[in-house]
C-alpha cells in the first residue's frame, strides 16, 4: 500500500510538472510526452478530475434534495463525456490509418487527455461564475467588463485548446500541416454531431471534448 501511494505522488508530481509545461511550453511538452514510454497515468488523474466536475456541476444544478436526479445526472455527464473522449481518440486513430501514418492508439489517449485541461478550466470557472454572479446578469457597465472579460477568458484558453489538438495530431500521427487539416475537417464533423446530440438529450450545452 505504501509503495503505491508513494507510485502515485511521484506520478502526480511528474503530471503536475507536464500540465505546468503544457501551459508555459506545450510543444516541447507534448514532444517529450509523445517520446516517452507512455502509462495512462494522466488519463487517470485527468479522468478523477473530470469527475470531480461532474459532481460539482451536479451539485450546483440540483443541490443535495434530490438524490436520484443527482445520481442521474452525474451518471449522463459521465457516460457522455467518455463517449466523446473514446470517440475523438478513435477518430485520430482511424483517420491516421487512412492517411497511413498510424500512430500509438496509447500515445494518442494520452495526449488527448492533457488536451481536457483548457476544457476543464473553462467548465470549471463557468460553475463558479454561475454560482457568483448567476443569470440573468445585467447591461450594467460593470456587467458589460464581466461580459468582455468572460469572452477574452474564452476565447484565450479555445487558443490554448486548438495548440494541444494540434499538438496531439503533430506528434500522436506524426503528421505535418496539411494532413492535420484533412483530419480536422472529419473531427469537425464529429463534434458538430456530438454537440448536437448531447444538447438534444440535455446533456451538454457545451461539448466536453
Do not use: H
Not at 500500500?1 to 507510485?7: E, S, W
Not at 477518430?91 to 491516421?96: A, E
Not at 487512412?98 to 494520452?110: A, D, E, Q, R
Not at 496539411?178 to 450545452?205: D, E, H
Amino acid at each position: 500500500m505504501a509503495d503505491f501511494l508513494i507510485k502515485t505522488l511521484r506520478q502526480f508530481f511528474l503530471f503536475g510538472r507536464n500540465v505546468a509545461g503544457c501551459l508555459n511550453n506545450p510543444y516541447i511538452t507534448y514532444r517529450k510526452i509523445a517520446l516517452e514510454k507512455n502509462n495512462l497515468w494522466p488519463t487517470a488523474f485527468i479522468t478523477l478530475f473530470s469527475l470531480a466536475y461532474f459532481e460539482f456541476t451536479g451539485l450546483i444544478r440540483t443541490g443535495f434534495g434530490n438524490p436520484i436526479f443527482l445520481t442521474v445526472k452525474f451518471n449522463s455527464l459521465v457516460l457522455t463525456a467518455s463517449i466523446g473522449f473514446i470517440g475523438c481518440v478513435s477518430l485520430f486513430y482511424l483517420l491516421g490509418k487512412l492517411i497511413k501514418k498510424t500512430g500509438s492508439f496509447k500515445t494518442l489517449t494520452v495526449l488527448w487527455s492533457y488536451s481536457l485541461l483548457p476544457t476543464l478550466v473553462w467548465f470549471f470557472v463557468t460553475s463558479c461564475l454561475y454560482l457568483i454572479l448567476p443569470p440573468p446578469r445585467t447591461m450594467s457597465i460593470l456587467g458589460k467588463i464581466y461580459s468582455v472579460a468572460y469572452i477574452a477568458f474564452s476565447i484565450s484558453l479555445l487558443y490554448w485548446k486548438i495548440i494541444l489538438y494540434y499538438l496531439t495530431m503533430r506528434f500522436g500521427l506524426k503528421i505535418e500541416i496539411g494532413k492535420i487539416i484533412l483530419i480536422s475537417v472529419g473531427f469537425v464533423a464529429y463534434l458538430g454531431l456530438f454537440a448536437i446530440i448531447s444538447y438534444r438529450l440535455g446533456v451538454f450545452r457545451i461539448p466536453f471534448i
